[in-house]
């Protein structure tokens, strides 16, 4: 019994410790990627501010919604209570339909940096992926 607690506890930490260098790895791809979206549309359609702060907001919530997903998974595996881990999931659906609402009183343009803002996960996560992040 001693052995598998052992055990549990490092498998516990490993992940905890695996995903927090997931996090940053993808934190700074996020970043990268928002940064270059904003010079991008400089040359497209040029200094635009709804665009440029729906990128800013879809990065940030984007952010703070992976922080809190790691919040989750280590209050789950932590503590299994599923109803910490539930209700922190749904004030993280919360943030990114808080933001969406704001870049919609913005402009349509808003709407769309948000979108490249909250894509920078996926960026982030294949970069993570491509550096070798998937064999942890």
């Not at 790895?25 to 200094?47: K, P, T």
């Not at 109803?83 to 913005?106: D, N, Q, S, T």
């Not at 402009?107 to 803002?117: A, D, N």
Request: aromatic residues 12%; positive net charge.
């Amino acid at each position: 019994m001693l052995a598998f607690s052992i055990r549990e506890e490092y498998i516990r930490f490993s992940v905890m410790k695996d995903f927090k260098q997931a996090e940053f790895i993808i934190r700074i791809a996020s970043l990268v990627f928002a940064v270059a979206g904003a010079f991008i549309s400089i040359f497209i359609i040029g200094v635009n501010g709804p665009f440029i702060a729906g990128i800013i907001l879809g990065t940030l919530a984007m952010n703070v919604n992976f922080h809190i997903l790691g919040t989750v998974v280590d209050l789950y595996m932590n503590d299994g209570s599923l109803k910490k881990a539930g209700a922190l999931y749904g004030l993280r659906i919360l943030i990114y339909a808080v933001g969406l609402v704001i870049c919609y009183f913005l402009t349509m343009k808003g709407i769309v940096g948000y979108g490249i803002g909250v894509l920078g996960i996926c960026v982030g996560g294949a970069v993570y992926v491509l550096k070798g992040g998937e064999k942890q």
